[in-house]
């Protein structure tokens, strides 16, 4: 009997933790400090793509 692979799609997000003076500085540190790779075990299932985020979405940067 065949075999067949099924793909399956989902959205993930990451959120990156800066200290930073303002909302804008702190979209600035931001993408140095995204970390988005899988383990090993992960990595031989799940394939990410290219993170990004939308620059003029206010709600994109949140005081913690
Ligand atoms: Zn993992």
């Known amino acids: 009997m065949p ?3 099924v793909v399956f799609t989902t959205t993930a997000s990451a959120l990156v933790k800066v200290e930073a003076d303002s ?3 702190a979209r600035e540190k931001a993408p140095a400090e995204l970390d988005t790779g899988l383990c090993h075990h992960c990595a031989r299932r799940i394939e990410l793509g290219d993170f990004e985020y939308d620059e003029d979405d206010a709600d994109a940067v949140i005081e913690l």
Do not use: A, M
């Open 3 to 5: 075999r067949y692979g």
């Open 23 to 25: 909302p804008e500085e």
